[in-house]
């Protein structure tokens, strides 16, 4: 205990370093984090992603916020736009997820006043040119088409659609081919003006800017957006009561499985523990499916976060039903016998190492601290996760794991001959000989 300690007091994230803050600029909240150099990156955050459309017309918010940077503004055509940025050698782009979507720019201090004022144009005043919204459009499309024969992304799309049919995360962020090929740019152009709304608006800064500059930029930009009615992200807890299966026959090299179960929601005081939790399963579930048995190249388990978070497992395999009998015994042991002192305070080593160096960038910062205030309701967690994490006990691992890990939403595409459902269904916690249960 006494090698973690000595490990985590030389972990300083950059962000950490100076101060953070928050402000309000008509109605939107402006955080700050000075990043000690002289790079300037900014985040435009509107909230509720999936939340915003319905079921036919998901891609919507995707294609719309790749049309803000790639068609052009009111006062620039797509090329000379894109030459303004070249000039400078600055970055504007627009994506979205399942519950959030961010316009971002990204440039030098030197530059900021000229980048600024291109960002909002295309925040403000894109042209939804049609044109170049075909051309988008076909992007989009082609890489869907990428996207569906690669068989990881296809098992995962499956989950989600089968795991939370009703809910919306059974909806696509990128859409479908059919949807797409429909949409129009004045359609799109109409759904982003509904979206652009003060209320659903969050903006981060990681940049050595003055606050005055800032809130200024702010207000200018703000004053042509309207305030909108009161917005707030839902949230809501999986849990299903049997496991279930679905299966798809597929021609491919492998068969690919995919469990989904409960996890933590984003204000639950386990979140973290949780977290930590599987990420020690994870090496598990590795060493046992891969190393000691051969049954995948590379098992997965990981804790998938939003507004919906749960638990998932994932395998590529010849042999579905021998790894499920692997899955269910090594569930079974982990729950009876729970993690080790040594595995989490290794854990805790790596965990932390890792996030600070993945944040030392200024987009990653950034990209943390609206990820955190979006989700969590509160940006200064992604300063204090060191504080959160260090008090974890391995008392909290296991009970966490314990309680959340259980019925789980089981998929399969492949040779649906060589794999058996009921030993899926029949899962770890209805077995007699489960001393556990849930």
């Avoid at 606050?211 to 207000?219: C, D, G, L, M, P």
């Avoid at 917005?231 to 679905?246: D, E, V």
């Avoid at 299966?247 to 996890?263: C, F, H, I, K, P």
């Avoid at 269910?328 to 790596?350: C, I």
Wanted: net charge neutral.
């Amino acid at each position: 205990m006494l090698l973690f300690i000595a490990a985590i007091s030389i972990i300083k994230p950059a962000f950490a370093q100076n101060k953070a803050y928050e402000t309000t600029v008509d109605g939107v909240k402006v955080i700050v984090q000075p990043s000690g150099n002289d790079i300037v990156e900014i985040q435009t955050v509107i909230k509720g992603g999936l939340q915003n459309y319905p079921a036919d017309k998901m891609g919507i918010e995707s294609l719309a916020m790749t049309a803000l940077t790639e068609c052009g503004t009111v006062n620039h055509a797509k090329n000379s736009f894109k030459d303004a940025l070249d000039k400078v050698s600055a970055e504007l782009s627009g994506s979205t997820n399942k519950d959030y979507a961010v316009i971002r720019m990204n440039c030098i201090k030197t530059d900021f006043d000229a980048v600024w004022k291109l960002y909002t144009e295309a925040i403000t005043q894109p042209r939804f040119d049609t044109v170049e919204f075909k051309r988008i459009k076909q992007d989009a499309i082609n890489s869907l088409k990428e996207t569906e024969g690669e068989p990881d992304a296809a098992i995962d799309k499956f989950a989600n659609k089968v795991a939370f049919a009703g809910r919306d995360y059974a909806k696509d962020p990128q859409g479908t081919q059919a949807i797409i090929e429909k949409l129009t740019a004045k359609e799109t152009k109409t759904y982003y003006q509904s979206i652009l709304t003060r209320s659903r608006m969050v903006i981060v800064v990681v940049a050595d800017l003055d606050k005055a500059v800032i809130e200024s930029k702010v207000k200018e930009m703000l004053s042509v957006i309207k305030p909108g009615t009161p917005y707030t992200l839902k949230k809501s807890f999986f849990r299903i009561y049997n496991n279930t299966f679905s299966s798809e026959s597929r021609d491919l090299a492998t068969n690919y499985v995919e469990g989904v179960t409960s996890g933590p929601q984003l204000d639950a005081p386990d979140f973290y523990s949780f977290m930590v939790a599987m990420r020690i399963f994870a090496n598990r579930h590795f060493l046992d499916v891969r190393t000691k048995n051969g049954l995948s190249y590379a098992p997965q388990a990981w804790f998938s976060t939003g507004t919906t978070s749960v638990a998932k497992f994932a395998v590529s395999t010849t042999q579905p039903d021998k790894y499920i009998a692997v899955f269910d015994k090594l569930v079974d042991s982990t729950k009876n016998h729970g993690f080790t002192a040594a595995e989490l305070a290794d854990m805790k080593v790596t965990f932390l190492t890792g996030f600070y160096y993945k944040n030392e960038t200024n987009f990653a910062q950034a990209s943390s601290i609206a990820a955190n205030e979006v989700l969590h309701d509160d940006w200064k967690r992604s300063l204090t996760l060191i504080d959160n994490i260090k008090k974890i006990t391995i008392e909290d691992a296991n009970t966490a794991f314990r309680n959340y890990i259980g019925n789980t939403v089981w998929v399969y595409q492949g040779d649906t001959k060589k794999v058996n459902p009921v030993l899926f269904t029949n899962g770890t916690i209805k077995r007699a000989d489960n001393p556990v249960g849930q």
